[in-house]
């Protein structure tokens, strides 16, 4: 599927399955899909830009920059969102090329995105992550944790915040924690839900996921 016909037909495929999906929705609500461009090469990259894709996730901000600094100027309507753990060393960077951090999940960060925000004079679109099943290794604030977070991210550092994201549990059924997240934002008054992956995003879409962040099932395998 490296062929760029190819990748364009495979696109217009998912995003058939997408607006499927998505047609118990309400009139005018879209799912908007997220290309996972991590670890793909350049050839499969530029396949996507030209089959019309402008939205694209990234998980590491070096890999990313890799991938879009000198793209963007070519393409002024990207997207960017990292998708992935932000380090608070990163934090400039990572505010430099985003559009989108779909991560934040500690004061420390919340901090330093406000910082870096004000210092760049650029406004970045935040979702907070939530470690739905309660993961040790996993990144994301606990469920239980979350009212508060929110409140020490509006009140005390002046941050909006877009919506909620989450990775679930390999193991589990994502259904679950799609609904719990689905609950979460309804409790807090967030519209956005970024969840759903390649082998769940229409169980992430009946849900109420609102982007899908989809890499193998649109790009074909990553390298290892
Ligand atoms: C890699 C990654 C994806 C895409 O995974 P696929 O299973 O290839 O669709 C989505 N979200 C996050 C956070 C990722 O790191």
């Not at 393409?75 to 380090?87: K, V």
């Not at 406000?114 to 760049?120: A, I």
């Not at 994301?140 to 990775?167: K, Q």
Request: glycine share 8%.
């Amino acid at each position: 599927m490296s062929d760029i016909s190819d990748l364009k037909n495979n696109r217009d495929k998912i995003l058939d399955r997408i607006a499927v999906c998505a047609q118990a929705r309400e009139a005018g609500e879209t799912v908007e899909l997220v290309a996972v461009s991590k670890r793909q090469p350049d050839t499969r990259i530029e396949a996507m830009l030209a089959a019309g894709q402008r939205v694209f996730g990234e998980n590491r901000v070096q890999e990313a920059q890799q991938h879009w600094s000198e793209r963007r100027s070519a393409y002024p309507d990207l997207e960017l969102r990292l998708i992935g753990p932000l380090q608070s060393n990163k934090t400039a960077d990572a505010v430099a090329l985003f559009d989108v951090i779909e991560t934040l999940d500690r004061e420390k960060l919340a901090r330093a995105i406000k910082t870096e925000m004000d210092r760049q004079q650029r406004k970045l679109r935040l979702y907070i992550q939530v470690n739905t099943g309660e993961e040790d290794q996993k990144s994301g604030i606990l469920p239980a944790e979350l009212p508060g977070f929110l409140d020490f991210c509006r009140d005390e550092c002046g941050l909006e915040i877009e919506g909620l994201m989450c990775i679930p549990p390999v193991d589990e059924p994502a259904g679950l924690h799609f609904a719990l997240l689905a609950k979460l934002a309804r409790e807090a008054g967030l519209s956005k839900l970024s969840m759903g992956m390649s082998g769940d995003f229409e169980t992430a879409i009946g849900l109420g996921a609102t982007s899908v962040r989809l890499g193998s099932v649109l790009f074909g395998a990553r390298d290892a």
